[in-house]
């Protein structure tokens, strides 16, 4: 199993600012994944970032908007770039591989006024 | 790609009786595995249960149990005896068996609730 420490929980932040989100893991992953979970909504994978590579990026989220750092194999943070309330979400960090269940970081619940 | 739909947006059940939630989900893929989780107002993904698509005998976690339908692509999780913990939103998600494609694809969601 994989302890996931996610930081910070909330924050209420004034739009056109960023906030980066560290999400920290109690082993060595190959990979870890950040999901955006708007409202009342599911799960939604924003980029999965490997170790020493870019961050690969699913369709609709950009690198400019959602900058992803992995500078080892136990941490990662997501920054959230110049806010606009629609980007009020809950952010969550997984890690996983294929022979394991996904393990995800508590959330960080951010409002954007 | 896959894609994971839940039908149910809410749900209700007695507290002790039995409910089941409904999952289809779309593959071209053979192997993969299937995954019922759990999200309490905390806001933590808890894993309820876990199927492995190549394995035909249905999943079970004490009170939990999934019907896998692998030709009918369903996968649907029966709780047993329901108890007010088990208030919750249920997300049912699919991740390929595939090295390099172990994202998790989730579905909408089914919001339980229990009535005492």
């Known amino acids: 199993s994989a302890v996931i420490s996610q930081k910070p929980s909330r924050d209420i932040c004034q739009r056109g600012t960023s906030l980066t989100i560290q999400c920290q893991v109690d082993?060595?992953?190959?990979?870890m994944f950040w999901y955006r979970q708007q409202p009342g909504q599911s799960l939604t994978l924003i980029a999965t970032?490997?170790?020493?590579?870019?961050?690969?990026?699913e369709s609709g989220f950009v690198i400019d908007k959602f900058p992803i750092s992995r500078p080892n194999l136990t941490f990662s943070t997501l920054t959230v770039s110049n806010m606009s309330p629609e980007d009020s979400s809950i952010y969550l960090c997984?890690?996983?591989?294929?022979?394991?269940?996904?393990?995800f970081g508590q959330g960080t619940r951010l409002t954007v006024v | 790609a896959q894609t994971v739909t839940q039908s149910q947006p809410e749900m209700s059940v007695q507290e002790a009786e039995t409910v089941t939630l409904s999952c289809t989900y779309d593959?071209?893929?053979?192997?993969?595995?299937l995954f019922w989780y759990k999200q309490p107002p905390s806001r933590q993904m808890i894993l309820v249960i876990r199927?492995?698509?190549?394995?035909?005998q249905n999943a079970t976690e004490n009170r939990f149990s999934v019907n896998f339908q692998k030709a009918a692509k369903s996968f649907s999780l029966k709780i047993s005896d329901s108890q007010l913990g088990d208030a919750a939103m249920y997300f049912c998600?699919?991740?390929?068996?595939?090295?390099?494609?172990?994202?998790?694809?989730f579905g909408t969601g089914t919001r339980l609730t229990i009535i005492p």
């Open positions: 082993s060595q992953v190959t990979m």
């Open positions: 970032a490997n170790q020493g590579s870019e961050a690969t990026y």
């Open positions: 997984s890690v996983g591989d294929i022979a394991t269940e996904a393990f």
């Open positions: 593959t071209s893929e053979s192997d993969y595995y």
């Open positions: 998600a699919y991740r390929s068996a595939y090295f390099g494609n172990e994202k998790l694809t």
């Open positions: 199927q492995e698509a190549y394995k035909q």
